[in-house]
């Protein structure tokens, strides 16, 4: 984080730096864009960009600011302005460009002349284009491009279904009165259908090839047939261990039938036995780790798959820049695999810094070890602290020992904090196995112990350190485009918690704990998020209720931004959060960005907590509000004004300012 925020400040300096003595700055030409009404002129001048810098560097040359019109009128039609043009007027002032957009214009129908031989309704969904209203809901823009784009898929459909002499013609583009909706004609010549008639083998008679040719018999024929049929046999053979076959093929094609006899010739080659494995360049992990990747064992056959698999797995570890295989020949049938392989650094040191609303300025320092060992595993330590906490967390992870698809974490951590209604002294541990089912669901489940103590509390709160520990479970499906900065798709969470005295713990209840969040992309600039998540801690013992540090709190940065860190809710006799066994929140935010990294805001929060577990009793709190964000790499920084129209709590205002790193929701 320290070296990006030292880039950014190089940069600013640079872009700031005075001239040498006596070196004036050449004063810029003056560019004006006249005559637009709906296209940004950022958005223009974007478009134009690298003309518009040739046109400065070269001598202010015409051509460069006719190829400058010319780059702002692509940008007309890529927005839906097939009509628009710009005109450019170059005087000793100034270079003048103006833009007549014309009407916004549609896609209508979509014909296609002389299609016999394939349903429209196949080729019409090469021209199903994303709606141009919310949601992309509505009729769809026309874009030239696009559309000629979708005829070019139509010609390549009909060449995969045999149709190889198709001639599919340019595109005809009619308008109704208004020129605003388009009628997209497209000439199609067909041309007879290829079909195969035969797949015939020569030098593999006793090759266990399969079936899957022969399902060619009957089928369309292309012209990369030959190839894709060579492929498969090849692979064929080398799962089969033949790691040095010879496969050709041809086609043989009867202009006046329309059918084509594909003929393959094999040379297999031996079956290959595998002598050894060795590893060059690893100069940091273990041979028997790498070893242990690789699914081939000595004198065995060299199968394909298993060989795939094993430098899939390489790969996987994330240990290695490059995997360079290779099958020395020992003798005919015998060969050595080795594997060169490229290590990255697996050594991180990173430091953070940041800022929030309640805990004030904030840090970091975390030492990352990818391969701790040699073997593969990861640890981490991290030191973190602010105005108002401090604390300390070790992590190792192995993903190796409970198989491909499980990772077994185990971590541990201190921490000291100042809340609001009192002070935090916690020590946690955690036993972790996270199952990934696929790119999007996820799960995690083990055992966590924590014993906390709040000191400073209000009076006739527990004192002392309070065991908690049990099993634990959550679900996850994530299916955002971005996880820092997301613009569309979703991610939800269902997670349970039971605590007992037969684990270990004072405590015995159990937690619900439900989430969910979307992002819809309204348009290039403006995002639509939505989120909510409910708690509740059902007391399973004869207590009245939770010790204040197991208690739920809401307001803050992250939840409801009217208020201050944990002032929603019920408080003491003293007018501090006393926190329940409840809470549920909601929000709803509009990003709009504004000019580059810079987005704009509006939201709108809403939260409860109730005393007692899925108990709703008590008025909820709002923040209406506006916000701006600057997106880094690393996220966004944001900073976010709520007003809040209803009950105060343990609040003196109603109204909150936070400035924080990182989304809400």
Known sequence: MIRRLALVALIALAACRSRPDGEAAEPEFPVRITGQRNVAERDLRASARRELRSFANNGRRPADAADAAYAMEGQLHEKGYAHGTVQFELTEAELVFTVDEGPRTYLGEVFFDRAENVEEAELKKFFAFEGAGPLGAGRPLFKRDQVEAAATEVERYYQLEGHLRVVVGEVQVGWDESRSVATVTVPVEEGPRYTVTEVAFEGADDLPLGAGPDRLVGGPYHVRLPVEVAAR??????????QYPEVRARAEIDEEAATVVIRIRVDPGPQVRLREVRFEGNERTRDSFLRNRIPLEEMELVLQHLYDKGLDNLYRTGLFRSVRPRLDRVEEDLADLVIGVEEIEAKTIDFELGYGSYELARGAIRFRDRN???MGRRFEVELRGSVRSAGVEVRVEDPYVLGDKNTLEIGAGYLLREEPSFDLEAIDFDLTVVRRIDGYHRIRAGYRFSTQEASDAALGEEEGFIRTAGLFTRFTRDTRDNLLLPTRGS??????????????????????????????????QTVFAVGGRFVAREILDNRATLPIQERLFLGGESTVRSFFESELGPVDVDGDPAGGLT????????????????????????????????????????AIGVGLRYYFPVGPARLDFGWNPGRRFASDRDWALHLAFGFSF
């Open 372 to 374: 701790i060992f040699g």
């Open 233 to 242: 046999v090849r692979r064929i053979l080398l799962d089969r261990g033949h």
């Open 583 to 622: 809470s549920a929140e909601a929000h709803v935010e509009l990003r709009h960005r504004l000019w580059k990294q810079l987005h704009a805001a509006a939201f709108y929060d809403v939260g409860i907590v109730g005393r007692r577990a899925f108990s709703w009793e008590g008025p909820p709190g709002h």
């Open 491 to 524: 991610i939800s969470g269902v997670a349970l918690l039971w605590s007992a005295p037969a684990l270990g713990a004072e405590l015995h209840f159990l937690e619900l704990d439900l989430s969910h969040g979307r992002y819809v992309q309204l348009s290039e």
